[in-house]
């Protein structure tokens, strides 16, 4: 441990077919997974030069040699079970390492930047817990000094109820909301992000 703050990202191993399976409904397989190349790119730049530690948990298999190198990232495996189930593990994981203060981030959203994670930390100094709402109703951050299992309980996850299910479960705690942001799910999304527009051959089908 080199810090008392840690970073952890929850990634899938980019793998064809095993990623974006909504977006690649209407893009295909193949190029959703060049999204999500380019996705997992984006976060790993943008959290490399944050000053804290940094955990990759991955879905399948232990990357080696790939764009998280190992001499800036811990890496494990994650868990059986749910999202809840392999989030909570990975905190308590950080917690009994000694970190102090842990943040999770999701690895699928382009409009990420280092200044959401520096002001989760810095909330983190006045406020239990922080959180970072998506627009489809779920959360892309989350950090704690403590762990707080109910968080991970009793959740439908993958829906538009987990951030309002979440908020509530952290009423008696003290919370920082972050401006909430948008993942990359389905082709709509990519609109804003002219970097996806050689996916396509033509600008109709972003309508």
Do not use: C
């Not at 909504?22 to 976060?43: D, F, M, N, P, W």
């Not at 790939?66 to 917690?95: H, M, P, V």
């Amino acid at each position: 441990m080199k810090t008392k703050n840690l970073i952890i990202v929850l990634t899938r191993n980019p793998e064809l077919g095993k990623v974006k399976s909504r977006l690649a409904k209407s893009i295909g397989k193949e190029a959703a997974l060049e999204v999500y190349i380019q996705l997992i790119a984006h976060t790993e730049k943008t959290i490399r030069h944050i000053d804290a530690d940094k955990a990759i948990y991955y879905s399948e298999t232990i990357g080696i040699n790939d764009i998280w190198d190992e001499s800036i990232y811990q890496k494990y495996l994650q868990t059986d079970g749910d999202l809840g189930e392999r989030i909570e593990k990975a905190f308590k994981n950080g917690f009994e390492a000694g970190y102090q203060n842990i943040i999770i981030v999701g690895s699928d959203l382009y409009d990420l930047a280092p200044n959401h994670i520096e002001t989760a930390f810095e909330a983190l100094k006045t406020y239990d817990t922080v959180i970072g709402p998506a627009d489809d109703g779920g959360f892309y951050l989350l950090g704690m000094k403590t762990l707080h299992s109910a968080i991970f309980k009793n959740k439908e996850w993958g829906t538009e109820t987990v951030f309002e299910a979440t908020i509530t479960d952290l009423e008696q705690y003290s919370t920082y909301v972050l401006e909430s942001l948008n993942d990359i799910d389905y082709v709509e999304d990519l609109k804003p992000h002219k970097e996806f527009n050689y996916l396509f051959s033509t600008k109709d089908q972003f309508i």
